[in-house]
């Protein structure tokens, strides 16, 4: 596909633009110094950009073309009721330096979100500043450095990190000025408490853990580990990417976590993908509500008010509030569903795991062959060793049978993973289907494994060099 750049033509013209005031007039607005460089604009007719613009969108993917199991992400429906609460023109017209009492109905909205986020966490508060989830990482790993650092106990320096954690939670422990210490898996893919115990010490500064985890089980002894952790003087750390399996079930505040961070653009239905916004709001215990990023929404005096004044707080994260448009969008989520439909979302993401890897797993290796969570992870292990067709292959050739691929790759613990999320919404007519194009890629890498290897072969990029794409992208037409 060309670029529209590439579609111009001189003199075509531009007529369906709104006219560029003149140099002279922006010079009198804005001053001469302040001027831009003239900006070179394709020529192409309205119907040609209209044309492109168009063709571009049909070459993305997202959950409403179809369905997404992007283990790990979970890539859930964005319901159209919080696409059009975010727009109404009292929340998408509001500028964020207004005054306090100008803004009520946007303070209520940030503060019963942050209050529905604490009941559903089993936390004492929220704040909603981070604006994805990794920034909220970083803002709970603040949160537990400025903890010790309050009580003089600096020699905490380590975080704990088991070995099929996700990416991201090494990389902000770093950033937050820790080093990291990994913990190995046990067989039956859970923290090896054994090795947990001997890690301990007192240079522990904590503990980060998903649960269920990031192969999709359910860490039994979770109680144990933090006992395990507390006794040795951290803290427990909670990424929320899985939290989508808990709803209304169970709660990190009673498995013994101190600070959690959740996802809104992954639990809780709001737009997830293509670079942002996300929302990655952060939530504490009673001990430690006084570290939270500033400002925070309160009630105070029949109204809403904004607190700016704690000593103890890590301060702003990001400018204003967060991101404010997904949050209406969560909030709309929570108060529609409200916490008897949040119990059934967790029921069917569970249930719709556990039946497509009952589809799968005699197709495909499955490492840990239990009852799974809302994901569960299988391996091509069998059918690279077989017939050379690795899971980048089966993922290729997905491609073309019309679904986005699973995470490949991923947890790094497990051979040529394939982490399959479902998620809750699915109809069975779907999950069958998808399980049948697996079922049948697994006999084509018997059959025809050539076929897999060149896939795919109905998409418009058909199979780059990733290294390269990676390290070498070309981003322009030059």
Same mark, same amino acid.
């Given at each position: 596909m &060309?670029?529209? *750049? ?7 013209g ?6 560029? /005031? ?13 001027? @831009? ?9 309205e ?14 993917? !997202? ?21 059009l ?20 109905? %946007? ?8 209050a ?40 905490? #320096? ?6 099929? %954690? ?7 422990? =770093? ?21 947990? @115990? $001997? ?32 006794? %040795?003087? !951290? ?39 293509g ?11 009673? $001990? +430690? ?18 607190l ?7 301060? @702003? ?30 029921? =069917?993401?569970?249930?719709?795991a556990?039946?497509? #890897?009952? &589809?799968?797993?005699? $197709? ?11 994901? *569960?992870? +299988?391996?091509?292990d ?53 399980? $049948?194009?697996? +079922? ?11 076929s ?11 199979? /780059?060099?990733?290294?390269?794409? =990676? ?5 322009? %037409?030059?």
């Amino acid at each position: 596909m &060309k670029l529209i *750049f590439e579609k111009s033509a001189p003199g075509r013209g531009t007529d369906f633009l709104p006219a560029t /005031p003149s140099a002279a007039a922006l010079s009198a607005v804005v001053g001469a110094d302040n001027l @831009r460089e003239y900006l070179p604009l394709p020529e192409v007719a309205e119907s040609e950009a209209v044309r492109h613009y168009t063709a571009l969108s049909k070459l993305n993917y !997202g959950v409403d073309d179809g369905f997404y199991p992007l283990g790990s992400c979970t890539m859930k429906y964005n319901p159209k009721i919080g696409e059009l609460a975010s727009d109404l023109p009292g929340f998408a017209r509001l500028h964020p330096l207004c005054a306090p009492e100008d803004a009520q109905g %946007a303070l209520h909205v940030l503060h019963d979100t942050a209050a529905m986020l604490s009941v559903v966490c089993g936390m004492a508060e929220f704040s909603l500043q981070p604006a994805a989830g990794a920034h909220g990482e970083l803002a709970g790993l603040m949160i537990l450095k400025a903890y010790h650092d309050s009580r003089g106990d600096l020699a905490r #320096k380590t975080i704990l990190i088991p070995d099929s %954690a996700h990416g991201t939670n090494p990389a902000s422990a =770093a950033m937050a000025g820790f080093s990291v210490r990994q913990i190995p898996s046990n067989d039956r893919g859970l923290v090896d408490l054994a090795a947990l @115990r $001997a890690a301990c010490g007192p240079d522990t500064a904590g503990l980060m853990l998903t649960n269920p985890n990031t192969l999709g089980l359910f860490e039994e002894d979770i109680l144990e580990i933090s006992q395990t952790v507390h006794a %040795a003087g !951290g803290l427990l750390y909670y990424d929320g990417a899985n939290l989508n399996a808990l709803l209304g079930r169970a709660t990190p505040g009673k498995m013994g976590f101190d600070i959690v961070h959740v996802n809104l653009h992954k639990t809780f239905a709001t737009p997830h993908g293509g670079g942002g916004p996300g929302s990655g709001p952060v939530g504490v215990t009673e $001990a +430690l509500r006084v570290f939270l990023p500033l400002p925070r929404v309160t009630k105070r005096d029949g109204g809403y008010a904004l607190l700016s004044a704690e000593p103890l707080s890590i301060g @702003r994260v990001r400018s204003f509030f967060g991101n404010f448009g997904v949050i209406v969008r969560a909030y709309c989520y929570l108060r529609r569903l409200g916490g008897e439909g949040l119990r059934e979302v967790s029921g =069917a993401a569970v249930l719709h795991a556990n039946y497509l #890897k009952e &589809k799968l797993k005699g $197709a495909f290796d499955l490492p840990f062959d239990r009852v799974c969570m809302h994901e *569960f992870v +299988l391996s091509a292990d069998r059918q690279k060793k077989e017939s050379g067709v690795a899971a980048m292959d089966i993922a290729k050739g997905l491609i073309d049978a019309g679904y986005h691929p699973p995470t490949v790759y991923f947890p790094l613990i497990v051979h040529e993973a394939m982490m399959i999320e479902p998620t809750e919404t699915e109809t069975p007519e779907t999950l069958d289907a998808f399980a $049948a194009v697996m +079922l049948s890629l697994s006999e084509t890498a018997k059959t025809d494994p050539d076929s897999l290897h060149t896939a795919p072969h109905r998409a418009a990029i058909t199979r /780059p060099d990733d290294t390269k794409a =990676a390290r070498e992208p070309k981003l322009t %037409a030059d």
